[in-house]
């Protein structure tokens, strides 16, 4: 499974954003989908997760309420829709997938067989 992760970009506090990400090779299938963030000189977060067959989904405390993971079984696809964005939101967004992780593991980046490369989002002050 390779994993395109897009949709990155400046943009200011309190703007939307809308990043992407496709598999190709297979589908979503039965995979468990995570999008992760590592800003500079700081651990890898998790941001949000879904499973794609229940589109059952699951969110970090710092994001909660503000961005909404989804999925599209046409396009292959699951989206992360960031909104009230934050300076502190600025970090590389990467996705994740795996086909073997139960519900209390998803925010564990290491329980995740395939990664995507990063895409960088910036928000300005």
């Known amino acids: 499974v390779q994993l395109q992760a897009s949709g990155g970009g400046l943009v200011q506090a309190g703007g939307s954003l809308r990043l992407s990400c496709v598999a190709s090779g297979r589908t979503f299938s039965g995979y468990t989908i995570g999008w992760f963030r590592q800003a500079p000189g700081k651990e890898r977060e998790f941001v949000a997760a879904?499973?794609?067959?229940?589109?059952?989904?699951r969110y970090g405390d710092s994001v909660k309420g503000r961005f909404t993971i989804s999925r599209d079984s046409s396009q292959n696809t699951v989206y992360l829709e960031m909104n009230s964005l934050k300076p502190e939101d600025t970090a590389v967004y990467s996705c994740a997938a795996g086909s073997r992780i139960i519900t209390s593991s998803q925010t564990m980046g290491d329980q995740y067989d395939y990664w995507g490369q990063g895409t960088l989002v910036t928000v300005s002050s």
């Open positions: 879904i499973k794609w067959n229940s589109r059952h989904t």
